[in-house]
Nanobody, 125 residues
Framework: QVQPVESGGGLVQAGDSLRLSCAASEPTFISYAVAWFRQGPGKEREFVSGINWSGDKTFYGDSEKDRFTISRNNARKTVYLQMNSLKPEDTAVYYC??????????????????WGQGTQVTVSS
């Protein structure tokens, strides 16, 4: 069992950058595939990006792959999401999720066992 904790959200202007962090204190966190999801107002939670346990395989949603970069530092038990060229439509609560049931991070919400509390990202135009 792990408890991911997100940080790094905030209010920025369109075109700015943010780096989100997802950290856990449990040493086993390094063995989990981790993904970022987001949920905008009135929308369903959607897959943003995912990374396997070793960090050598990364995955992105269609609208994020040219602007966002996911990475992890297992020595720090932390997964990062670097978001560049932010747009107002990126406004959402961003959640970190972890699973050990899959070698590669799935895109489906239901496949994740552990979730963080979320961090708000607001992009003004």
């Amino acid at each position: 069992q792990v408890q991911p904790v997100e940080s790094g959200g905030g209010l920025v202007q369109a075109g700015d950058s943010l780096r989100l962090s997802c950290a856990a204190s449990e040493p086993t966190f390094i063995s989990y595939a981790v993904a970022w999801f987001r949920q905008g107002p009135g929308k369903e939670r959607e897959f943003v990006s995912g990374i396997n346990w070793s960090g050598d395989k990364t995955f992105y949603g269609d609208s994020e792959k040219d602007r966002f970069t996911i990475s992890r530092n297992n020595a720090r038990k932390t997964v990062y999401l670097q978001m560049n060229s932010l747009k107002p439509e990126d406004t959402a609560v961003y959640y970190c999720a972890a699973t050990r049931a899959f070698l590669e991070p799935p895109r489906e919400v239901d496949h994740y066992d552990y979730w963080g509390q979320g961090t708000q990202v607001t992009v003004s135009s």
